[in-house]
């Protein structure tokens, strides 16, 4: 079958459910808490219900739904509902915000497939303690929902593993942000806990520059976002920075300079924010605010803010001394760049690339498996019955995987699993719509939906 089931047997899950040679057991999944932090899940899809129709779903804390005096212990944010509450339909919350992200999810890792007997999990006989995320929360949200499912865990005297299919792409990408440090703290020195998360899907996107400048020269990447502000982080250890100016400048559309701010060394602005300006004939350009700090690890952040006095210029990174830093930002130009024979500094452009584009924080932790996505399958019938092909042969790795290392040079991804092009638990309230308006993404039972990333990979490791 070129269904989700692929993925069962392209990852050896069916023998690990049997328990087939050389293991001696089975494995279901079966005493064990598949612990999730993502959009959300729908309680309602029969795949998380058991054989007698009661919620698999040991507890649900929804980060975004008012508190009501129903906040979980130890918090005093969101709601939290009990399998007793969604057996008795008490539960008010839906997987609709990011159109059933973490529903898709929840089935890849747990779901059973009760729903029609097809895509079933690699973990069907796991409980289940969900939590949906608030994306648009300062709070360290995901630290809190770690912190939440290993306590349940550890209540119900079960191991756990907890799968996080979100990310940030921009950070320090290393690891050592307060809010991984956090989780760290729940992992190291724990038996029977595990943390899994997903790479990211920007292996083809160039958002990332590694500028490593020599005594003498002076190099410079570009950023345009067609806006009159901007926002640009750059990255380094300090051993590594402490040695390096900078510099903001501007250039019009047509490559033309129009002036920069004075070099300033990696001190000027740490621990405070200065303001510079942006001059072109004594006219103010822009105004140029930076910032700097060092965390507990050693690593250096400037942070800098542009403010200009027009839209659509091109924003001129500049870099000289010695020594070198990484920096992630989509607004890197790339493309339709003039040549060293038009403009001779051309020679000094730092092009960025898509090495280093894995999610940044925890999935950059040694503590945490992250995982990267190769193509489960090539071809699929939707729920028209209509054969649809994809074009990409089964196992090759997706070009939209993320790609490490880490920005101080750790192997990541640490694995990688068949998650592009499979089908998953799909939100009930959506499928209809779906179904007359999408065919192509819902599988021939109805009841489920397609989808690929490094999130779908993600929860086949957890």
Known sequence: QVLNDTMLR????????????PLSQAFTGSGVIFGMIDSGIDFNHPDFKDSAGNSRILYLWDQNAPSAGFAPAAYNYGREWTSTDINSNLCTHNDLALYGHGTHVAGIGAGNGLATGHHKGVAPDADIVAVALNFDSNRPMISDGVHYIFDKALQLG???????????????????????KLIENELIGSSGRALVGAAGNAGSIRYHTKTQVQQGDTLFTWLRNGGSQLYHWLYGDTNQVKNLRFSIGANRSNFSDLGRTVFRPYTYALNSVKTDTIRNNGNRIALVRTAGAINPSGVYELAVQIIGDTSNLLWRMETAGQGLHHAWNFSFVSSNLPTSGQIPSMSRYVKPDTLYSMVSGFQCSDEVITVSNYQNCRQYYDVKD????????????????SLGPTRDERQKPDVSASGQIIFSAGVLSMLPGMISNSPKDVAQDSMHVIGGGTSAASPIVS
């Open 158 to 180: 079960k191991p756990c593993v907890i799968n996080i299919s979100v990310g940030d792409y921009y950070g320090s990408h290393d690891g050592t942000d307060l809010e991984t």
């Open 386 to 401: 209509s054969l649809r092909d994809i074009g990409i042969p089964a196992g090759n790795i997706s070009s939209g995987s």
């Open 10 to 21: 392209r990852s050896r899950i069916l023998g690990a459910h049997s328990g087939s040679s």
